[in-house]
């Protein structure tokens, strides 16, 4: 895998990935920064999310549950002083659709955050990553 980063001046940096998508990164004013884009840190948690998201999505789908939605609210804490890495980081899965059984949507995440979210193996060896869930029902359920 090989990606590409480019300064675009201050402390915005254009991103190209090997699948030929470009990220636009970006600062806070007080940093030099114009706000154009994503922090490098946010983004960390972003990918995180996609990753675990995309396993657990895929899981509940192959396990033939009806889902309908899944959203995923990530707070993380990170150190005090430099390098001001994460400590904790938190995913709360919001899953909609009819009727899913809580024993696999807990098997989704556990085999995501364990075996298979590459993101999250990584993030977790340095930051404590807990995960919760709630369940909404659509209707018909």
Known sequence: METTLKW???AAFIGLSSSGHTVVF???PEGGGRNLGA???EMLLLSMAACST???VSILKKS???IAGCTVKISATRAEDHPRIFTDIHLHFVIEGEKIRAK???RAIQLSAEKYCSAS???GA???ITHDYELIPTSGA
């Open 64 to 66: 033939r549950e009806n």
């Open 26 to 28: 970006d600062g806070p």
């Open 39 to 41: 922090r490098p840190m």
């Open 54 to 56: 995309y396993d657990v």
């Open 126 to 128: 340095m930051a404590k």
């Open 8 to 10: 675009a001046g201050g």
């Open 121 to 123: 193996i990584m993030l």
């Open 104 to 106: 696999n949507i807990e």
